[in-house]
């Protein structure tokens, strides 16, 4: 029997349901039109999305694109979640990170952070970046700590810190059945950043500790993020912290603890990036491969992951830093709803140096935003159901999982890691990436599309790195960085020259014909730090010449429609070389005109073309 709404309106009922062909015959019309003549599938492969790792989006899912049995929040495999409330509880925890060296600075900044939606804290304890772990008691002076977990990052002495905290937590009378957080230890992350051979006794010391006297507070960080900054795809970021999590697992059942107890004294670091889908799907599927190996452990009920997201610092920018704000919205939603933990946030300053209270301020309220007022935890698993995030759960989870088990043919992580073959892995994937930065084909708002030179900087006290006296090690990477080179050298010029350098912008016909390939130059010719002059708003063969003399510069680039290129173009570029043009660009498809010397287009390497004009100004 049907049953009919209470209201007696059915909104579909008069629709006939669309099969897939009709909806590949709409696809093929569509791109018929715009000069596409492709049938059947490739109608559908003609609009997909290639992704790193070798995954494809398409345009279209369906209840047809099957996936594993994702089961319920709170079990096995835990895809949906490690607890079966989810988030819907009390939200994700705030975990805001700090890195000072002053302890009355650090103080006065976590009081702040805590009295205003932060809810535990994530500190940098000893070397040159962190709280010396002597002074962690005027640092934590006024904090609950039975109320607040403590996370600690301690890159070169986690003893000191480990054993500052505990101490800590003894003097203040909080009861061990109430210490909540992470001790931090990783010395194969560790490893992965410096170069120095990892020790997993420190591991299993701290686990047994945590174990014995501590029920509530882990001993052990997995973190991926070193091979994440290193340019690694999420599918190696995954299987590498799977890897990890397996080789403390090894150490600590072999030491005598249980599958059970080790499970329960590790917490899992990964990534949130601006693309929010593959964050969420990176999260769940982090959570089954984790599943997977309890289960092969004989432990099935011990897979549920702790998960610890942080927004990549590989996303954040120097220059318009103010876009890094959206970037880490986007990656804290991907984090709530793929079902973190914990989240931190990174302030928008973060690649600049040391964040100020405004930026402090801004990232705890992200996450304060997404729970309160958009109510994105009071649902358990948003993304559950649908057909695009669960197979891309899927697809993400096979390629990490045949990563991870590439890792262990090569000799396990710590092998892996001494041969070079996960440097090697990471770096060739990053070389991909990076063309594809060069080629704007990721393009990155503010620096390689839209970017503001007469913008002021924005300054920070410099941060020191924890890292910058490692001899080995992975190397740290950001999207922005060959733009930045070439922004460098710019501002290098404008301090010693008080301008730009310069490209005179030759337009061609009426605003019509020229705009759109107007718009294009500018944006690309910025990216480089070079400024476009577009004075008058268009020219001829008889006045190019004197507007190029008038703009001061001594590059030119042609910008119209194809059928005047074919009538002005020659006479154009010879009137500016005459003029004492050095090089003259065409904004279109490279093609056969006299005085032109190169071409520029959507999809050329903006990279080498910038680096390239820079070199023949003399820009240093």
């Known amino acids: 029997m049907t049953v009919q709404p209470a209201d007696g309106l059915s909104p579909a009922a008069a629709f006939p349901d669309p099969s897939h062909d009709q909806w590949q015959s709409l696809v093929e019309g569509v791109l018929r039109k715009s000069g596409k003549e492709v049938s059947g599938s490739a109608a559908e492969e003609a609009l997909s999305t290639t992704l790193e790792d070798g995954l494809t989006t398409r345009p279209l899912y369906t209840a047809h694109d099957s996936s594993p049995d994702t089961g319920f929040p709170g079990f096995a495999p835990f895809t949906r979640g490690s607890r079966p409330e989810g988030n819907a509880a009390g939200g994700w925890d705030v975990r805001q990170r700090h890195a000072h060296t002053d302890p ?53 002495d986690v003893e000191a810190a480990a054993t500052a905290l505990l101490r800590l937590y003894e003097e203040r009378g909080v009861p061990r059945s109430e210490a909540r957080g992470t001790l931090g230890v990783d010395p194969l992350g560790h490893e992965a950043r ?48 799977l890897a990890t999590a397996v080789a403390y697992l090894r150490a600590l059942t072999g030491a005598g603890m249980s599958v059970e107890a080790a499970c329960g004294q590790m917490e899992f670091r990964y990534a949130a990036t601006a693309d929010q889908f593959l964050t969420i799907a990176k999260l769940r599927a982090a959570r089954r491969l984790w599943a997977r190996v309890a289960e092969a ?11 610890h997201a942080v927004t990549s610092p590989v996303m954040m920018t120097r220059r318009d830093p103010w876009v890094n704000m959206l970037r880490c919205t986007l990656a804290t939603l991907g984090a709530g ?72 043919r090569a000799g396990r992580l710590p092998a892996a890691l ?77 301090a010693a020259t008080g301008a730009r350098p310069k490209v005179f912008i030759a337009a061609l016909g009426p605003a019509a014909a020229h705009t759109a390939r107007v718009s294009f130059a500018v944006n690309l010719f910025g990216a480089g730090g070079i400024e476009a002059v577009h004075d008058p708003v268009s020219v001829d063969a008889d006045t190019a010449a004197d507007a190029l003399a008038a703009s001061g510069a001594r590059v030119a680039c042609l910008c119209s429609s194809d059928a005047l290129y074919a009538e002005q173009a020659e006479p154009v570029a010879g009137a500016l ?44």
Not at 202 to 218: D, N
Not at 297 to 307: H, I, L, V
Not at 447 to 468: C, G, H
Request: proline share 6%; net charge negative; hydrophobic share 45%.
């Open 297 to 307: 452990s004989g432990a099935p009920g011990a897979g549920a992951q702790r998960q």
């Open 577 to 620: 070389r005459q003029a004492g043009a050095a090089q003259v660009f065409l904004a279109g498809r490279p093609g056969e005109h006299a005085g032109v010397d190169s071409y520029v287009f959507a999809g050329c390497d903006a990279v080498a073309v910038l680096t390239s004009v820079l070199d023949r100004m003399g820009v240093a």
């Open 418 to 494: 001494r041969s070079g073959m996960v440097a090697e892995r990471l770096a060739a994937t990053w070389a991909a990436r990076s063309a594809e930065l060069a080629r704007r084909k990721e393009p990155v708002t503010g620096v390689s599309e839209f970017p503001q030179l007469t913008e002021v900087p924005v300054r920070r006290e410099p941060a020191p790195d924890p890292y910058a006296g490692a001899s080995g090690g992975l190397p740290r990477v950001r999207r922005d960085e060959a733009f930045e080179v070439l922004r460098a050298r710019s501002d290098a010029h404008l």
């Open 337 to 408: 709803v793929g079902g973190a933990d914990c989240v931190t946030v990174l302030p928008f300053d973060h690649a600049l140096g040391m964040p100020d209270a405004f930026a402090r301020r801004i990232a705890r309220n992200t996450s304060t935003i997404l729970m309160e007022e958009s109510h994105l935890a009071r649902v358990i698993d948003p993304a559950g159901g649908s057909w695009y995030v669960e197979r891309l759960t899927d697809e993400l989870a096979t390629a990490a999982w045949a990563f991870f088990q590439e890792t262990e």
């Open 194 to 241: 410096t170069g120095t051979e990892a020790d997993l006794t420190t591991a299993v010391r701290w686990a047994r500790e945590c174990e014995e006297r501590y029920p509530e507070l882990r001993a052990i960080a997995v973190d991926a993020l070193p091979y994440h900054e290193a340019g690694g795809s999420a599918a190696e970021e995954l299987g590498l912290s």
């Open 104 to 156: 009355a600075r650090l103080n006065e900044a976590v009081l702040g952070d805590l009295e205003n939606g932060a809810t535990s804290l994530w500190l940098t304890v000893g070397g040159p970046t962190g709280v010396p772990a002597e002074a962690l008691t005027r640092a934590l002076d006024g904090v609950y700590l039975d109320l607040a977990p403590i996370a600690l990052d301690a890159p070169t």
